[in-house]
């Protein structure tokens, strides 16, 4: 795994600080010293989910839906032959109206309508991720993805990052005081965020068959953390 750390530090008078943000009074000749790190690391997926597209095109909305919830059942029971390493979310239709063009708008005029049904797949074992793919495709599935990848090892790994951070931001302040000619009186606060749970930050693979990019087969684990202590000389 591969780990970077950022470190930013601020040493405050009490008389520049803004009161709210104080959880413990300061005077005198005492401050506050303020760091903050990110550490980051990637693991090997071993779940992974999907969504599964199905399209139904007709003369008219009905007859398009009817198809599409034919060919909705066929790769469902397909999907399910897989065994209990495959999960299906209930289908939803989510689309009906004039075919779209090649361009993705709708001719003028259109001579079809098309239904569109979408479901999730939840692959336990990353190892049939493939051949849920192909068999959504062989059943009549329109597109499959975009696959997002998962690790049962995730939250276990952002403890220790978490704690890998603590431990160095407390080393840090440690530091940072006994060359200031003062010690650590105590921990003020801290504040944790996880960025990969809001905007995970994926790597991008080139897709050859459309000239595009899919996600990179791994989960990214990333913890920011801000500490703040009070100094006493």
């Known amino acids: 795994m591969r780990r970077g750390t950022a470190l930013a530090i601020a040493v405050l008078l009490p008389a520049l600080l803004p009161a709210q943000v104080l959880t413990t009074p300061v005077s005198g000749r005492d401050s506050v010293i303020t760091l903050s790190a990110s550490r980051s690391s990637r693991v090997a997926p071993d779940r992974a989910s999907l969504f599964v597209t199905i399209e139904g095109v007709?003369?008219?909305?009905?007859?398009?839906?009817?198809?599409?919830?034919?060919?909705?059942?066929?790769v469902i029971k397909a999907l399910q032959a897989l065994g209990t390493a495959v999960e299906l979310t209930p289908a939803v239709p989510y689309s009906v109206g004039p075919t779209p063009s090649q361009r993705g708008f709708p001719s003028a005029p259109s001579n079809s309508m098309t239904a569109k049904i979408a479901f999730r797949v939840?692959?336990?074992?990353?190892?049939?991720?493939?051949?849920?793919?192909?068999?959504?495709?062989?059943?009549?599935?329109a597109s499959t993805g975009p696959v997002m990848y998962e690790s049962t090892l995730a939250d276990s790994l952002r403890r220790i990052e978490t704690d890998a951070a603590i431990a160095g931001l407390k080393r840090d302040?440690?530091?940072?005081?006994?060359?200031?000619?003062?010690?650590?009186?105590?921990?003020?606060?801290?504040?944790?965020?996880?960025?990969?749970?809001?905007?995970?930050?994926?790597?991008?693979?080139?897709?050859?068959?459309?000239?595009?990019?899919?996600?990179?087969?791994?989960?990214?684990?990333?913890?920011?953390?801000?500490?703040?202590?009070?100094?006493?000389?």
Do not use: C, H, Y
């Open 122 to 141: 939840n692959v336990k074992q990353i190892d049939r991720l493939a051949r849920v793919l192909a068999t959504a495709t062989d059943a009549g599935a």
């Open 58 to 74: 007709a003369e008219t909305t009905a007859d398009a839906l009817t198809r599409a919830e034919s060919k909705r059942d066929a």
């Open 173 to 233: 302040a440690e530091a940072i005081a006994k060359s200031l000619g003062g010690r650590i009186a105590s921990l003020m606060d801290i504040s944790a965020t996880n960025p990969d749970r809001i905007f995970p930050q994926m790597s991008m693979l080139p897709n050859e068959s459309f000239g595009q990019q899919t996600m990179a087969p791994e989960v990214p684990i990333s913890v920011n953390l801000t500490m703040r202590f009070k100094l006493t000389r």
